[in-house]
Structure formats: C-alpha cells, structure tokens
C-alpha cells in the first residue's frame, strides 16, 4: 500500500509497479514531457488576459473556482491531481502522480495517462496552469492559488482560531474518494485527520477565551461543534452545558444534558460522570475534585497548555507518554483518581508537549531536546522550585535530559514503563527491530480514530466500552495520523543511554512485569546505568501507570518522595 505523509504529496513511498511497455499507444506529439503545451484559445477576461488566480475549496466536496465563479471539471482523477498538487506546495514527482492515480497501470501507460491529463486540465480550465519538466510537475508559480485548507492552516499558526473555524466548512474532500486508488484515499484520510484535529484544538481554544471573556453564548456555540465532532466526550459535553447555563439557557442545557445522557447510555452502557450531573445542580457545590483550569505559556513561539493543581512543598510532573490532552485525560474515572491520589505527594503538573493536544500544532514531530526545553518553560511558568519528573514511556528520555541538564532544579526522577532507546542494536536487545517497530507503527496509525493499540497500553481495560470510548476520543483530540507517524518515528530514532551515567538526582524506576508495550529488561537495562537507581518491579500487564493495579505504583512513588531530602521554606 502506498502510504503519504499529510502535510502533502511530496512524501510518497511508491509500490513496485509492472515496468513492462503497454502496446498500441501512439500519444499526439504535443503530450510529450518535454514540450510545452499549446497556448488554448480558453476563456479570458475582459482585457484579453488569462485568469491569473484560482481557488480550490477542499473542504466538503471539492469545486475549483476562477475569477469568474465556479468551473465544472468533469475530471474527478483530474481535480485529485489539482488538489494533490496544491497540497504539495511544490513540485511532485511524475513518478508518485502516476502511481497514485493510476496505481494499476503499467508505468509507462501510467505515465501517459498523466500526460494526457495535464492537456485535458489546461483545455478545461482555459489555460496553461501547470509548471512541468520531464521529471516533476507543480502548480504555475504564475499563477494566484488560493487553498481554503491553506487559509485554515494559516489563520490557526497565527492563533486566530475564529478565523480558522469560519473556513472549516466541512471536513476534508468530504464524500470525495477515487475508484482503485487506494493510495490517494489514504492520503486524503491522513490529511483530513490532521485538519480534523486542528480544528478541534482552535474550538477548544476559543471556549475557553470566550469563557474567559464572558462571551458565553460564542463558547456555548463553539463548544457545540465540538459535541458535534465527539459526541461522546463528557468534556465537550460539560463545556456546551456549563455554557448554556452561564449564558442563562437552561432549556438549552437540559435538553444537551439529556441528549448526552442519552447517547452515553445506549453507545457505552453507562451514565455521566459526577462532574457531569452536578453542573444540572444548583445547589451542589462543585466537585471537590474537578479539572483544573488549563493555561498557557510561550517558549520559542509555541504556546504550551499546562495544569496545576492541588499544592505542597514538592512539584511533580506528569509526562504520560507519546499522546496527551490536559483536560481529557480527567475524563477516564482511573485517570483522575490516579492524579486526584498524587496530590497527597505534591502539586501535579500536566503539559502538553508542542504538537500535541492543546498545546499549538507544530509541523515537526518534538525531539528529546525540545521536549526538554519545554519541560523547563512549562516549570517556570509554574513558579516551581523544587519538582519530582514523572516520565512515562516515550516522555522518559526528555526527563532524562532535563535531570541531567537542570539537576538543580530536580529533586528526584520517576520513570514508569520508559526505555532509552527507542528501536534493537547489536548492543541493545531490549526493543523491537527497526522493521518490527515500523510494521506496529503503521498498525496503530491505520486504527488511529478508534481506540487504537488499547490492547497493547491497557489489556486490563481493553474490554471495557467507556474505556475504548475515552481513549479513542482522546486520540482524536491529541493528535492526527499523520502527526503521531511523525512522532513514533522520533521515538524510534531516539536514544539517550549516553546521559543515564550522567544522571546525579535520586532516581526510580518502575515497570511491571509483563509490559506489553516496553520489556520490562529495558526498565532494568536503564536502571542499571543510573547510579543509584531504584529498580521496582511491578505486577501487571498494563503499560499505563493509572491502569490496573495503581495502589503499589502509588505507594512506590510516595516512598520515593518521602526519602528525598526536604528544603526549609514556606509551602504554597
């Protein structure tokens, strides 16, 4: 199968194909590659020029638009290749074009099925549009291009996230697929997957300014479309109810509540949270135990969402793994009662690394290194003084780093379920092979949208229909396909075990015994190479710190603050 990155086409792996020569084509002489295409005698604009600019509208089922208005492309493979090559931003090979729209055609028919294509385009739109070489083919820098896709992607890099939901008009080349190219069909769906996401993360955003502002009528709105995008989530849901009742619309915020409850009891078999049902109260307090209220703060021109919550004379900070989302992760009742439970260790801490949940969307997957250096602006922010890391998984080697280079700032190091590398060597058995590594990769993110790898993470919840829902959502909501390849490919790629020797804070170690998603002898492999360390051996198959057993993962992690040595000085 083919497979694309959705930032665009460039990024294509082709199939091997049949190179065997097709008989009996005899293409016009002015379909060759190297010879320019005749000037049409198309429409043109009342001073005798061409349409200099184009607008191609993805969102919903995709139409093409000139100066004029809307042109009729009876070409469907021909308005995939329109919009594949605007998606590019550049010029893409005829190589990957061919294959991907004519994935079953010997190359060189293939080849000439494209060339006859770009003739039929240029013929329908009136015009030469297309830049070509014997290799390569791009959208004319001559002309203006206009991408809706492109204007939303903007408006949310610039933080104008109201902006951005007005060009949200539907999803992707909704309804729009190509027969036998199941290549572009996936590649539409990483695509359209990371839109998806980047809209949900501007909804957020803006509920909570308009929360913040007063405005609540523009957050229950806002806060709408995000029921309507998840359905399920208890989040979204309390966000449009609270809204509603803020606003002074509790018709509204009955008839959601219900609607909710509803949909909770005949998809999951279960009913709202304590959270959920107290908000149609009056007079109930709020919970003791509620979500805390999420923040933001600049480091390197990325925005980075973060939580604190409770207090005490240590920090600790929470670092779940390779996906994340600060205020889903209070959905799941074994989650926030995990986190409710730390609060007798210290005040917690949750951040989002950049590109990852409601932290800004950036175009690369964060490395070790970057990841370190937010973890140090999130602290800062925080006014923290003294903190306890708590990496989990692929977040451990950013600890690892961040203990290493501010140990001063660093009262101990917890590491649950982590390694420290990323894929097997010759010196390092304690992984899975490249290859091996890449084929699960590619099985998570072709399940990406339902509650993929839940088997592997959690087999203590696998079977458990509000947990598959929870996890799902909040894949959705973290990241999009496309995304998430990028950043299980860092964690492949990644390696710190030159820096565990260098490790001076007090460290542990946890793992449980039958880890289905990291060997438990990568736990003691790292711990081995920490001096000092404390290596705990947990039961269990569950990767997740808050699935399963949490009592000794508490009581491990309360024994390990409890031995550190204390500071003189006021707490909070």
Same mark, same amino acid.
């Given at each position: 199968?083919?497979?694309?990155?959705?930032?665009?086409?460039?990024?294509?792996?082709?199939?091997?194909?049949?190179?065997?020569?097709?008989?009996?084509?005899?293409?016009?002489?002015?379909?060759?590659?190297?010879?320019?295409?005749?000037?049409?005698?198309?429409?043109?604009?009342?001073?005798?020029?061409?349409?200099?600019?184009?607008?191609?509208?993805?969102?919903?089922?995709?139409?093409?638009?000139?100066?004029?208005?809307?042109?009729?492309?009876?070409?469907?493979?021909?308005?995939?290749?329109?919009?594949?090559?605007?998606?590019?931003?550049?010029?893409?090979?005829?190589?990957?074009?061919?294959?991907?729209?004519?994935?079953?055609?010997? +190359?060189?028919?293939?080849? @000439?099925?494209? #060339?006859?294509?770009?003739? /039929?385009?240029?013929? *329908? $739109?009136? =015009?030469?549009?297309?830049?070509?070489?014997?290799?390569?083919?791009?959208?004319?820098?001559?002309?203006?291009?206009?991408?809706?896709?492109?204007?939303?992607?903007?408006?949310?890099?610039?933080?104008?996230?109201?902006?951005?939901?007005?060009?949200?008009?539907?999803?992707?080349?909704?309804?729009?697929?190509?027969?036998?190219?199941?290549?572009?069909?996936?590649?539409?769906?990483?695509?359209?997957?990371?839109?998806?996401?980047?809209?949900?993360?501007?909804?957020?955003?803006?509920?909570?300014?308009?929360?913040?502002?007063?405005?609540?009528?523009?957050?229950?709105?806002?806060?709408?479309?995000?029921?309507?995008?998840?359905?399920?989530?208890?989040?979204?849901?309390?966000?449009?109810? +609270?809204?509603?009742?803020? @606003?002074?619309? #509790?018709?509204?915020?009955? /008839?959601?509540?219900? *609607? $909710?409850? =509803?949909?909770?009891?005949?998809?999951?078999?279960?009913?709202?949270?304590?959270?959920?049902?107290?908000?149609?109260?009056?007079?109930?307090?709020?919970?003791?135990?509620?979500?805390?209220?999420?923040?933001?703060?600049?480091?390197?021109?990325?925005?980075?969402?973060?939580?604190?919550?409770?207090?005490?004379?240590?920090?600790?900070?929470?670092?779940?793994?390779?996906?994340?989302?600060?205020?889903?992760?209070?959905?799941?009742?074994?989650?926030?009662?995990?986190?409710?439970?730390?609060?007798?260790?210290?005040?917690?801490?949750?951040?989002?690394?950049?590109?990852?949940?409601?932290?800004?969307?950036?175009?690369?997957?964060?490395?070790?290194?970057?990841?370190?250096?937010?973890?140090?602006?999130?602290?800062?922010? @925080?006014?923290? #003084?003294?903190?306890?890391?708590?990496?989990?998984?692929?977040?451990?080697?950013?600890?690892?780093?961040?203990?290493?280079?501010?140990?001063?700032?660093?009262?101990?190091?917890?590491?649950?379920?982590?390694?420290?590398?990323?894929?097997?060597?010759?010196?390092?058995?304690?992984?899975?092979?490249?290859?091996?590594?890449?084929?699960?990769?590619?099985?998570?993110?072709?399940?990406?949208?339902?509650?993929a790898g839940i088997e592997t993470f959690a087999p203590s919840l696998s079977r458990d229909p509000q947990a598959r829902a929870w996890w799902a959502g909040l894949l959705r909501?973290?990241?999009?396909?496309?995304?998430?390849?990028?950043?299980?490919?860092?964690?492949?790629?990644?390696?710190?075990?030159?820096?565990?020797?260098?490790?001076?804070?007090?460290?542990?170690?946890?793992?449980?015994?039958?880890?289905? @998603?990291?060997?438990?002898?990568?736990?003691?492999?790292?711990?081995?190479?920490?001096?000092?360390?404390?290596?705990?051996?947990?039961?269990?198959?569950?990767?997740?710190?808050?699935?399963?057993?949490?009592?000794?993962?508490?009581?491990?992690?309360?024994?390990?603050?409890?031995?550190?040595?204390?500071?003189?000085?006021?707490?909070?």
């Amino acid at each position: 199968m083919l497979f694309s990155s959705c930032a665009g086409g460039s990024g294509v792996e082709c199939r091997s194909l049949n190179r065997s020569t097709a008989s009996g084509l005899d293409w016009a002489r002015l379909l060759s590659p190297d010879r320019p295409l005749p000037v049409p005698s198309g429409r043109r604009q009342d001073k005798g020029e061409f349409v200099t600019s184009f607008t191609l509208q993805t969102f919903g089922f995709p139409e093409i638009h000139g100066d004029n208005g809307p042109i009729k492309l009876n070409l469907r493979r021909g308005l995939a290749l329109l919009i594949y090559l605007a998606e590019a931003k550049g010029a893409v090979a005829r190589d990957v074009l061919a294959t991907l729209l004519w994935p079953e055609s010997p +190359r060189e028919t293939a080849h @000439a099925r494209l #060339r006859r294509m770009l003739h /039929r385009i240029a013929l *329908a $739109l009136g =015009q030469p549009i297309f830049e070509t070489d014997r290799a390569s083919v791009r959208w004319s820098p001559a002309i203006e291009l206009k991408v809706d896709s492109h204007l939303f992607e903007s408006a949310c890099d610039r933080g104008a996230f109201e902006e951005a939901c007005l060009c949200y008009r539907g999803d992707f080349l909704a309804g729009f697929a190509l027969a036998d190219c199941a290549a572009f069909d996936d590649w539409a769906f990483y695509r359209r997957e990371a839109l998806r996401g980047r809209l949900m993360h501007g909804l957020e955003r803006l509920v909570q300014d308009k929360t913040a502002a007063g405005d609540h009528f523009a957050a229950a709105a806002h806060a709408g479309r995000l029921v309507e995008l998840d359905p399920l989530s208890e989040v979204y849901g309390r966000h449009l109810i +609270r809204s509603l009742l803020t @606003a002074g619309d #509790r018709g509204s915020a009955e /008839r959601h509540h219900a *609607a $909710l409850t =509803q949909r909770l009891r005949d998809e999951l078999g279960v009913a709202p949270e304590a959270a959920t049902e107290a908000l149609m109260e009056p007079s109930t307090a709020s919970p003791v135990h509620a979500a805390p209220t999420t923040l933001y703060v600049e480091g390197a021109g990325v925005h980075l969402a973060y939580q604190t919550y409770g207090s005490g004379e240590l920090d600790i900070l929470i670092m779940p793994g390779f996906v994340s989302h600060v205020e889903r992760v209070w959905e799941h009742p074994a989650c926030r009662a995990f986190l409710v439970s730390l609060m007798a260790v210290g005040r917690v801490i949750l951040f989002d690394r950049r590109g990852i949940g409601l932290s800004d969307r950036v175009g690369s997957a964060p490395s070790v290194d970057v990841t370190a250096e937010d973890i140090g602006t999130v602290l800062r922010a @925080a006014h923290t #003084r003294r903190v306890v890391l708590f990496g989990a998984s692929e977040c451990g080697p950013a600890c690892i780093k961040f203990a290493v280079d501010e140990s001063r700032l660093v009262a101990g190091l917890i590491l649950f379920g982590s390694l420290a590398k990323g894929c097997w060597a010759p010196d390092y058995p304690h992984a899975l092979r490249a290859n091996q590594y890449d084929a699960w990769r590619q099985q998570l993110v072709a399940e990406w949208g339902g509650p993929a790898g839940i088997e592997t993470f959690a087999p203590s919840l696998s079977r458990d229909p509000q947990a598959r829902a929870w996890w799902a959502g909040l894949l959705r909501a973290a990241s999009s396909p496309g995304n998430i390849w990028a950043v299980l490919k860092a964690l492949r790629d990644t390696d710190v075990r030159h820096l565990l020797p260098q490790v001076s804070v007090p460290t542990l170690v946890l793992h449980r015994r039958n880890d289905q @998603a990291v060997r438990i002898a990568a736990g003691r492999d790292m711990a081995s190479h920490i001096t000092g360390a404390h290596f705990v051996e947990l039961d269990g198959n569950d990767h997740w710190f808050f699935a399963g057993a949490q009592q000794p993962v508490l009581e491990a992690v309360k024994r390990f603050v409890d031995a550190l040595p204390r500071e003189r000085r006021p707490t909070r």
